[in-house]
């Protein structure tokens, strides 16, 4: 089945909606760089990597979950005024619903009311540390951005790498999804 899909402009920057007909999830990817093309499939590839992070957890609460693909200077800025580091990042996560490990502990006030969907949080994700990140370990860009996605979701699902156990733990996961996508380490 063909995905429904609204493509809107909003002062030069492209977002794209996706729900799918067999997914509870509606992914909303707003490209705001201008480094690198974002073409079709990797968008495509964001969306399978979201909703295949949703079904290992078998999370099928329907939810929102916002991707914003930005350049170095804007996750620059964004690490520096939200999270006081001065430097840029290749992926943060901005959770809206309180989870721990998978887990909703509360969706106080979380709800889209015309949807009835969980407002799950966004995602910011770096696209050209993405491809310096990719040609430095040796991989595709396209594995890069797909286990940052992963990366970001497992946040927003409540998972953290506070310590070497959490973080082997989630590490964990986010391969295993990666493996389903055919995405395995080279």
Known sequence: ??????????????INKNMNNNSNVEIIIQNMQDKLGITKEIENLLRNAVEACLEYECFSIPCEISILLVD??????LNNRLRGIDSPTDVLSFPIVEMKNGTIISTLGDMDPDS????MGDIVISIETAYKQAEEYGHTFEREIA??????????LG????????????IGRQEAVLEKLGLNRE
Do not use: C, P, Q, W
């Not at 009835?116 to 407002?119: A, D, Q, R």
């Open 159 to 170: 998972y953290d790498h506070d310590d070497s156990k959490s973080e082997e733990a989630m």
């Open 72 to 77: 170095d200077k804007e996750i620059f800025e």
């Open 1 to 14: 089945m063909e995905a429904d899909r609204d493509v809107e402009n909003s002062g030069g920057m492209e």
């Open 147 to 156: 286990f940052l996605t992963t990366h970001g979701v497992f946040h927003l």
């Open 116 to 119: 009835k969907s969980i407002l």
